[in-house]
């Protein structure tokens, strides 16, 4: 088993920023992506960001030049750094950690963009 720990959210005005953190422990793999998806409501979960534990990174379109992801592999740790935020990044953030196809859930931090 692996156990997720977010911290992170808040509430923001637009335009501002906000940095997650999502620790992990537990059985961990040297092997690993951890990623962080968002779900607003009466939408669907969608990924956000992820990073391999080589640090290859993927991102959501809606995203891109806004947010990084980024990890401390000592520590077991996953970051997402959220810039010029928008409205409609308002959502439930959970992190994701896969390992050898099998997935854990962080219990998800809320974001909330609002003047």
């Known amino acids: 088993q692996v156990q997720l720990v977010e911290s992170g959210g808040g509430l923001v005005q637009p335009g501002g920023s906000l940095r997650l953190s999502c620790a992990a422990s537990g059985s961990i793999s040297s092997i690993n992506n951890m990623g962080w998806y968002r779900q607003a409501p009466g939408k669907q979960r969608e990924l956000v960001a992820n990073?391999?534990?080589?640090?290859?990174?993927n991102y959501a379109d809606s995203v891109k030049g806004r947010f990084t992801i980024s990890r401390d592999n000592a520590k077991n740790t996953a970051f997402l750094q959220m810039n010029s935020l928008k409205p409609e990044d308002t959502a439930v953030y959970y992190c994701?950690?896969?390992?050898?196809?099998?997935?854990?859930w962080g219990q998800g931090t809320q974001v909330t963009v609002s003047s």
């Open positions: 994701r950690y896969m390992k050898y196809g099998m997935a854990y």
């Open positions: 990073i391999n534990s080589g640090g290859g990174t």
